[in-house]
């Protein structure tokens, strides 16, 4: 019996280390393969963390689209609105009361309107003029100087020596640079007398 006892104790030992072994060599892993191991869950917990990143991101990227639309959807309304009330306004008219009088005013014209209005047009485009220039704009300040000094000199178009000579004593008279030369500081004063004429 003694034999027997020690026979089922030696199987029972050899199955317990059998199945030690066992467990032993299907759950011990080689280098290489822990580090993979190792790796794989790092990369699949990296995959969780991005695959939550990027349901965030889509969250804002819908809300941002929401928010986008809405502001289309309101500069529409508010172009709408603008629309109809230019559109109401263009239509819309406004009485306007009249009175009539018996009597009736005429614009005031000078004599010398047209050179008024042709000094304003070189004051107005700001127009030079000194010796040696030419042209009509020449022309008119040499009408304007004969009104003037009531002379009655050749207009010739030329602002030649004669004609800086007058515009100086001119300029002198009224108290502006007495430089020879024409500008619209000049022309504006030749209108005001010229109006008072």
Not at 154 to 160: E, F, L, M, Q
Not at 181 to 190: I, N
């Amino acid at each position: 019996m003694e034999n027997f006892k020690f026979a089922v104790a030696s199987i029972i030992i050899i199955v317990i280390l059998g199945l030690g072994g066992y467990w032993a060599f299907t759950t011990i892993e080689s280098g290489s393969s822990h580090v993979d191991s190792q790796k794989l869950k790092e990369s699949e917990a990296k995959n969780k963390d991005l695959t939550k990143k990027v349901a965030d991101l889509e969250k804002q990227i819908s809300l941002l689209q929401a928010d986008k639309e809405q502001v289309l959807a309101d500069q529409a309304q508010a172009k709408a609105i603008l629309d109809a009330e230019v559109s109401k306004a263009q239509t819309t008219t406004i009485p306007i009361k009249t009175t009539t009088t018996s009597t009736t005013t005429k614009p005031v014209v000078s004599k010398n309107q047209t050179l008024i209005n042709e000094l304003q047009k070189l004051a107005d485009n700001k127009v030079y003029l000194k010796l040696k220039s030419q042209g009509t704009a020449v022309g008119s300040v040499q009408k304007f100087l004969n009104l003037y000094n009531k002379t009655s000199n050749k207009v010739d178009n030329d602002y030649g020596a004669s004609t800086v000579t007058a515009v100086k004593n001119y300029q002198k008279a009224v108290g502006i640079t007495a430089d020879g030369e024409t500008g619209p500081s000049t022309y504006l004063k030749m209108i005001v007398w010229l109006k008072n004429y």
